[in-house]
């Protein structure tokens, strides 16, 4: 199981850096999505609240202007 350079401890050293690099790469790629799609929510809400701000009506009404004669 062992390479012939590694032996006793050194080859559960071994062991181990091997399990853990086959189980980094579907972590990784696991937060990757999550990361994606928070990045989607985050725009898809900027984009609503962008649309409802501007649709709104304006809090201060303007003053009716005054026409001189």
């Given at each position: 199981?062992?390479?012939?350079?590694?032996?006793?401890?050194?080859?559960?050293?071994?062991?181990?850096?091997?399990?853990?690099?086959?189980?980094?790469?579907?972590?990784?790629?696991?937060?990757?999505?999550?990361?994606?799609?928070?990045?989607?929510?985050?725009?898809?809400?900027?984009?609503?609240?962008y649309k409802r701000c501007t649709r709104?009506?304006?809090?201060?009404?303007?003053?009716p202007s005054e026409?001189?004669?």
């Amino acid at each position: 199981n062992c390479k012939e350079s590694f032996s006793g401890i050194r080859c559960e050293h071994d062991v181990i850096k091997t399990y853990m690099l086959e189980n980094m790469e579907p972590m990784i790629g696991v937060i990757f999505g999550a990361f994606m799609v928070l990045v989607f929510l985050a725009i898809l809400l900027y984009c609503f609240a962008y649309k409802r701000c501007t649709r709104s009506t304006p809090l201060i009404k303007p003053a009716p202007s005054e026409n001189s004669v």
